[in-house]
């Protein structure tokens, strides 16, 4: 059984920065490509950042970018999310998702593991 626990959200305020981090335990973790989406009250769940199993490879969504940096360590069966110079539209419940595919992707079907959820706030 594959668990997926993330944590570190929390309120901050514009401009600020926060780190989420995704606990995954129960196989092993480095077979995993990692996934955060988020998604904001009456919106659609929404890609954010993925990375590879191997950590070489990661892709962001665009109004991430230069602003978000996905990493991992696979030592510690772990993934991560910095998020720097945050805004008020970064408001959301993120989630996790660990899916055994060999490459990133931006598409939450291919994911087979969630998390429960963190929320992050920002204001303005």
């Known amino acids: 059984q594959v668990q997926v626990v993330e944590s570190g959200g929390g309120l901050v305020q514009a401009g600020g920065s926060l780190r989420l981090s995704c606990a995954v335990s129960g196989r092993t973790f480095s077979r995993y490509a990692i996934g955060w989406f988020r998604q904001a009250p009456g919106m659609e769940r929404e890609f954010v950042a993925a990375?590879?199993?191997?950590?070489?490879?990661?892709r962001y969504a665009d109004s991430v970018k230069d602003r978000f940096t996905i990493s991992r360590d696979n030592a510690k069966n772990t993934g991560y999310l910095q998020m720097n110079s945050l805004k008020p539209e970064d408001t959301a419940v993120y989630y996790c998702?660990?899916?055994?595919?060999?490459?990133?992707?931006?598409?939450?079907?291919?994911?087979?593991?969630w998390g429960q959820g963190t929320q992050v706030t920002v204001s303005s």
């Open positions: 998702a660990a899916g055994t595919m060999s490459t990133w992707s931006n598409n939450r079907y291919d994911y087979a593991y």
């Open positions: 990375i590879m199993s191997s950590g070489y490879g990661t």
